[in-house]
């Protein structure tokens, strides 16, 4: 064996990254509802899939947001 077993340092070291991906999946997307805001908004341009888009603004209309990019601010905002 290349290290002893009884090692605590090894061990622990061996130990921890399991340990982390049990934690990331305790953090899970939470997807914010709707809170109207007074920030002055400005127009961006990016690209999506169609059927990206199509899940986005059932979701946004879910949560009750009015709109796709409302629900995106506010779901950025919360990262």
């Known amino acids: 064996m290349a290290f002893e077993p009884h090692n605590k340092n090894i061990t622990e070291a061996l130990r921890t990254p399991t340990e982390n991906v049990a934690n990331k999946e305790e953090e899970a997307l939470t ?3 709707y809170q109207d805001t007074t ?5 961006y341009t990016f690209s999506l899939q169609p059927s ?5 603004t059932a979701v946004s209309k879910e ?4 709109s ?3 629900f995106l601010n506010s779901l950025i905002n919360g990262l």
């Open 52 to 56: 990206l888009r199509k899940k986005l």
């Open 63 to 66: 949560q009750g947001f009015p």
């Open 68 to 70: 796709a990019s409302s």
């Open 31 to 33: 997807i914010p509802s």
């Open 39 to 43: 920030e002055k908004t400005q127009n």
